[in-house]
């Protein structure tokens, strides 16, 4: 069946203009005008704004201790289409075995929204080296590494992101990096509950900014050193953001992404009573306004690429999960949810209040994204050939985010009480509406897992790469 958008205004990274949108099967066929006669149903779409569907390169479903596929109608409904989720290495398993168990056990069939991986290495052997440069083959383009969360399978040495990134830059796989120094994190956590200080406040203080930028900077020495890409996840302060600004000037081909808790919330939320400061541990942790405000002048110039959610809603939520951690803050799980939010965020405290025009939006909420993780032009687009993942935005509407409308599975939202300006009124995930209203109206498991390609957008600038770029290939 053929569908026509008619009469918005589609929004790109660079430009916007007024235009009709016809979708046949699962593609966009033809942008124009006159295409009435080809469409077998049309709808009206004056007065409102088509956005390409969101990427979100940053979920965790299922690891952590998060909620599983079965909430990622959260995301469609959120208007974002397409999620790169966190599949963990398991022990022993190769890094092909672990996202292959990882999807088929949490993902295939489960899944609402389209969805790629990256890997978390935690088990790293020889032949975990020998297999990156085979990775892409398999659609596997970015793989994840810890430098915190000492006393877990997670945290690596530095020698092990080094021989990564070695060995990953001649296949195009992107190395990302959890960058804060997980040796002083643990120290500090001690140091600080052995005080007495054990409420949930004090994640922020046995996490201050200057473990994450010691981390950044070495993560860009790594880099630097291996003569490779990185892409560090999650920035949360200025002087992290700052470095990786600085180095990448001066051509280290460093990258980095921010998440929307960054650019909304402070760390006086973790001071709330009641133990209520627990639903905002994550980390990094929130930082004071001032990092808030360079974060947002960062994404707005393009020193940070995108803007993630860090979506991890713990299982159990606030009562029967955060609570897990009552009398030692450093036990508390780590996450919060976000992938429903992250375009009404962006755009409420983005767009609306000057931070960010309405290009630079798209740009980091679905194109840019789409890059950095191989999925584009196949995604993070309108643009013929591109799958119809696309967004009716309504800027007119006006609420407030809560969690009674939240499909997170949880019994909070980090967010409640903000308030909302604009919201996606249909969501079409390849060409079939999924989502209208705030309400989810397609199917768990129609979400497809979409292959990633290599030589994602880090690998832009560097040296011969532009040979191999795979991205700028037109889509069949
Ligand atoms: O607190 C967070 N961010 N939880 C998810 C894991 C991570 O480090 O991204
Ligand atoms: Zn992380
Ligand atoms: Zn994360």
């Known amino acids: 069946m053929n569908i026509l958008i008619k009469n918005g205004v589609i929004v790109s990274a660079i430009d916007e203009y007024r235009a009709d949108i016809l979708i046949e099967d699962e593609k966009i066929v033809a942008i124009g005008t006159g295409l009435d006669n080809r469409a077998d149903k049309i709808i009206d779409a004056t007065g409102k704004y088509i956005l390409p569907g969101g990427v979100d390169e940053h979920v965790h479903y299922g690891s952590f201790g998060s909620m599983t596929f079965e909430t990622s109608d959260a995301a469609i409904?959120?208007?974002?289409?397409?999620?790169?989720?966190?599949?963990?290495?398991?022990?022993?398993?190769?890094?092909?075995?672990?996202?292959?168990?990882?999807?088929?056990?949490?993902?295939?069939?489960?899944?609402?929204?389209?969805?790629?991986?990256?890997?978390?290495?935690?088990?790293?052997?020889?032949?975990?080296?020998?297999?990156?440069?085979?990775?892409?083959?398999?659609?596997?383009?970015?793989?994840?590494?810890?430098?915190?969360?000492?006393?877990?399978?997670?945290?690596?040495?530095?020698?092990?992101?080094?021989?990564?990134?070695?060995?990953?830059?001649?296949?195009?796989?992107?190395?990302?990096?959890?960058?804060?120094?997980?040796?002083?994190?643990?120290?500090?956590?001690?140091?600080?509950?052995?005080?007495?200080?054990?409420?949930?406040?004090?994640?922020?203080?046995?996490?201050?900014?200057?473990?994450?930028?010691?981390?950044?900077?070495?993560?860009?020495?790594?880099?630097?050193?291996?003569?490779?890409?990185?892409?560090?996840?999650?920035?949360s302060c200025k002087e992290a953001m700052e470095a990786i600004r600085d180095a990448n000037i001066q051509g280290t081909p460093v990258y980095g992404e921010t998440c929307t808790h960054y650019l909304t919330l402070t760390e006086e939320c973790l001071a709330k009573p009641n133990f209520e400061g627990a639903?905002?541990?994550?980390?990094?942790?929130?930082?004071?306004?001032e990092h808030l405000d360079s974060l947002w002048e960062a994404v707005n110039k393009g020193w940070l690429l995108a803007v993630g959610s860090d979506h991890c809603a713990?299982?159990?939520?606030?009562?029967?999960?955060?609570?897990?951690?009552?009398?030692?803050?450093?036990?508390?799980p780590n996450g919060c949810p976000g992938v429903q939010d992250r375009l009404a965020l962006m755009w409420t405290y983005g767009v609306e209040k000057g931070r960010i025009s309405r290009q630079r939006f798209v740009d980091l909420f679905a194109t840019t994204p789409a890059k950095v993780v191989g999925l584009f032009p196949q995604k993070g687009q309108i643009a013929i050939g591109s799958d119809a993942d696309i967004v009716i935005f309504?800027?007119?509407?006006?609420?407030?985010?809560?969690?009674?409308?939240?499909?997170?599975?949880?019994?909070?939202?980090?967010?409640?009480?903000?308030?909302?300006?604009?919201?996606?009124?249909?969501?079409?995930?390849?060409?079939?509406?999924?989502?209208?209203?705030?309400k989810f109206i397609g199917k768990l498991g129609e979400g497809r897992y979409i292959k990633a390609k290599p030589f994602g957008l880090c690998y832009e600038n560097f040296k011969d790469a532009n040979t191999k770029i795979q991205h700028k290939v037109i889509v069949e």
Do not use: W
Not at 95 to 108: P, Q
Not at 396 to 416: A, H, M, T
């Open 77 to 235: 409904v959120g208007g974002t289409t397409t999620i790169v989720d966190f599949a963990p290495q398991q022990k022993g398993l190769s890094i092909k075995e672990s996202v292959k168990l990882h999807n088929e056990t949490l993902a295939k069939g489960v899944s609402a929204a389209d969805y790629s991986f990256h890997c978390v290495v935690t088990d790293p052997s020889d032949k975990i080296f020998e297999e990156i440069p085979t990775l892409a083959k398999e659609g596997i383009s970015t793989l994840k590494f810890f430098m915190a969360y000492k006393g877990t399978p997670l945290m690596v040495d530095d020698s092990t992101i080094f021989k990564a990134l070695q060995v990953a830059k001649d296949s195009g796989v992107t190395i990302m990096v959890h960058a804060e120094n997980g040796d002083i994190v643990d120290t500090l956590q001690k140091q600080l509950v052995s005080e007495g200080k054990t409420d949930p406040k004090y994640h922020a203080d046995a996490r201050p900014p200057l473990v994450e930028v010691e981390a950044t900077k070495r993560a860009i020495y790594l880099s630097r050193m291996a003569d490779a890409p990185i892409f560090i996840v999650h920035v």
């Open 279 to 289: 639903k905002y541990v994550c980390s990094p942790p929130l930082r004071k306004q």
């Open 314 to 332: 713990v299982k159990g939520g606030f009562e029967k999960g955060k609570r897990k951690g009552m009398g030692d803050f450093s036990t508390i």
């Open 394 to 438: 309504d800027p007119d509407f006006k609420g407030v985010i809560s969690v009674k409308n939240s499909l997170y599975g949880s019994d909070y939202n980090p967010f409640e009480g903000l308030e909302q300006i604009g919201r996606a009124e249909k969501v079409f995930l390849r060409g079939k509406l999924a989502a209208e209203n705030g």
